[in-house]
C-alpha cells in the first residue's frame, strides 16, 4: 500500500478494468438473476425439484464438461495399421514414419498404398534424397501458477491436483514458496530483484552450480501489469538448508526441487 501511494498513476488507466468488471457484474445479473429463477420454473414443470443455477461461466464450462464426457463414454476403439520403416543409415539406426502421416483400417488398404508407392516388406535399400539440418531453441519454461504446477506435478510424480495444493500450501506456511493460489505466471519487479540477490542461496539447493547470466528482467517472465493479485510461485527469501528440504514428506520435497529448478531456468 505505501508502495502504492508512492507511486500514484492516473486512475483513467485503470477505466478498461472498471469497463470489464461492470460488464462482468450486467452479464451476471442478466443471466444469473433472470435465467436462475426461469429454469428452476421451467424445470419444476417436468417434476425436477430443486434449485438450478445458471451461470454466465458455469454454464457453458459445465456444457464443455458435459459434451467431453459423452464423446468418451461413447467412444468406440477401432484398431489401425501403421506403415513404418526401420533405417540403418552410417551405423545408425532410426524410425521414419509416412510424411504425410497415415493409418490403415486394415491389411488390404496398407497392401493397396504399397503396391501402389512400390514398397516392400522386409529388408531392401532405399536412397536418401535429402536431408535438413535444423537448429532450434527451446526456450526456459513459463513460471508456474498453480494449475501449472499441479499439472506438471501429475506428470513427473503422478500426485493429484489436491495433493499438489496440500504441498504447496504447507510449503507457503513454511515461508519457503510464495502464495499458492495465484493464476499468473508472471513476476513483478520486486521478486525478480530479490531472487537475484539470493541466487548464490539457491543454487546450493541444486546437485551442481549452473551458469546465471541472465540477471537483467525479460518480459517473458516479468510484467507488473499482468500480476493482478498474486505473482507466480516462486520461492521466497526465506531459503532452507538442505537438511530442512531432507525432513520434508516427499512430495513436499519434490514440489520445492519443481519450482527451484524452473524459477532458476528464468536465469540461464
Known amino acids: 500500500i505505501i508502495a502504492g501511494f508512492r507511486d500514484l498513476k492516473d486512475g483513467w488507466q485503470f477505466y478498461p478494468n472498471y469497463q470489464e468488471a461492470?460488464?462482468?457484474q450486467i452479464s451476471d445479473w442478466l443471466v444469473g438473476m433472470n435465467a436462475s429463477p426461469l429454469y428452476t420454473?421451467?424445470?419444476?414443470?417436468?417434476g425436477l425439484s430443486g434449485v438450478y443455477a445458471i451461470g454466465r461461466v458455469q454454464?457453458?464450462?459445465?456444457y464443455m464438461v458435459y459434451q467431453r464426457d459423452q464423446l468418451i463414454k461413447n467412444f468406440k476403439p477401432e484398431p489401425y495399421l501403421e506403415l513404418n520403416a526401420e533405417i540403418l543409415a552410417n551405423q545408425q539406426k532410426f524410425e521414419a514414419k509416412l510424411d504425410p502421416y497415415q493409418r490403415f483400417k486394415d491389411e488390404k488398404g496398407l497392401t493397396i498404398f504399397m503396391q501402389a508407392k512400390n514398397v516392400q516388406r522386409g529388408p531392401q535399400t532405399a536412397l536418401i534424397k535429402d536431408v535438413q539440418n535444423i537448429v532450434k531453441k527451446t526456450p526456459s519454461p513459463r513460471l508456474f501458477s498453480l494449475s501449472s504446477l499441479q499439472s506438471a506435478v501429475n506428470q513427473r510424480f503422478h500426485a493429484s491436483a489436491s495433493e499438489t495444493l496440500a504441498a504447496v500450501q504447507a510449503l507457503y506456511e513454511a515461508k519457503w514458496l510464495t502464495y499458492p493460489r495465484t493464476d499468473s505466471e508472471y513476476l513483478t519487479k520486486q521478486e525478480f530483484d530479490y531472487l537475484a540477490a539470493n541466487l548464490d542461496q539457491y543454487q546450493e539447493l541444486l546437485p551442481e552450480k549452473m551458469a546465471l547470466p541472465q540477471t537483467t528482467p525479460q518480459k517473458r517472465y516479468v510484467n507488473d501489469q499482468k500480476v493482478t493479485e498474486h505473482p507466480a510461485i516462486i520461492?521466497?527469501?526465506?531459503?532452507?538448508?538442505?537438511?530442512?528440504?531432507?525432513?520434508?514428506?516427499?512430495?513436499?520435497?519434490?514440489?520445492?526441487?519443481?519450482?527451484?529448478k524452473t524459477t532458476l531456468a528464468m536465469f540461464a
Open 22 to 24: 461492470q460488464t462482468r
Open 41 to 46: 420454473l421451467l424445470l419444476r414443470q417436468h
Open 235 to 260: 520461492m521466497t527469501k526465506v531459503v532452507p538448508s538442505s537438511t530442512q528440504l531432507a525432513k520434508l514428506p516427499v512430495l513436499q520435497r519434490q514440489v520445492y526441487d519443481l519450482v527451484l
Open 59 to 62: 454454464t457453458p464450462t459445465l
